[in-house]
C-alpha cells in the first residue's frame, strides 16, 4: 500500500524535479507548435505558391527530435512511459516495488549514458563544422538540446530508484497531492 509523501528534503527535491520536468514539457510543446504552425505556412505556400519553406523537412526532424527529448523527463515523472507487467502481475507488492527500483536505476543507467554520448556528440559535431544540407545549420545546435531532456531523465529516474517516490498520473490530473511512496 501507498504511505504518503514525505515531509522535508524530499518534498523540495519533489517539486524541482516536478517543476523542472513542467517546464521542459511545456517548450517542447511549443516547439511541436511552432513545428506545426511552419509545416503548415510551407503546406500552404506550395500549394498557393509552388514556394514551400526551404529546409522545412531539416526544421521538422529537428524539432520532433527537441520535442521528444523535451518530454521525456515528465513521461518518467509521472510514471507515462511504457510497462511490460504481465511478469509481475502475481508478483507480492514487495517484489513488483523491488523491480520497480530496479527498472528505475537501470533507466536513470540509460538516460545518463545517452546524455554524455549526446555530449559527445555535440562536442564532435562543433569540432567538425558539420552542417545540415539545405539551410546550414550546425548540426550540433539540433543535438544541443537533447542534453537538458536526458540528464533531467536521467536525475529523475535515479531519485525513483533511490526514494522509491513516484508519481500517479490520475490523482494529477484531479489536481490532489500525487506523490506516493511504494514500500
Do not use: K
Not at 514487495?94 to 538516460?111: E, I, K, Q, S, Y
Not at 526514494?163 to 497531492?177: H, K, M, R, S, W
Amino acid at each position: 500500500p501507498a504511505s504518503p509523501r514525505p515531509r522535508g528534503r524530499s518534498s523540495v527535491i519533489d517539486r524541482w524535479l516536478h517543476r523542472a520536468s513542467s517546464v521542459l514539457a511545456l517548450l517542447g510543446g511549443l516547439v511541436l507548435l511552432a513545428a506545426a504552425a511552419m509545416t503548415g505556412v510551407s503546406i500552404a505556400g506550395r500549394w498557393l505558391q509552388d514556394a514551400p519553406i526551404t529546409g522545412d523537412i531539416e526544421l521538422m526532424q529537428i524539432a520532433c527530435v527537441t520535442a521528444v527529448a523535451l518530454f521525456l523527463p515528465w513521461c518518467q515523472w509521472r510514471a507515462e512511459h511504457v510497462r511490460v507487467d504481465f511478469f509481475t502481475q502475481g508478483a507480492g507488492p514487495r517484489v513488483r516495488t523491488a523491480l520497480d527500483r530496479v527498472g528505475h536505476l537501470l533507466l536513470a543507467l540509460v538516460m545518463a549514458l545517452l546524455a554524455w554520448r549526446a555530449a559527445e556528440g555535440v562536442l564532435d559535431l562543433r569540432a567538425s563544422g558539420e552542417s545540415t544540407m539545405l539551410l546550414a545549420i550546425p548540426s550540433w545546435l539540433a543535438y544541443l538540446p537533447l542534453l537538458p531532456g536526458l540528464a533531467l531523465s536521467a536525475l529523475i529516474a535515479l531519485y525513483a530508484a533511490w526514494t522509491g517516490v513516484v508519481q500517479d498520473a490520475a490523482l494529477a490530473d484531479a489536481g490532489l497531492d500525487t506523490t506516493v511512496r511504494r514500500d
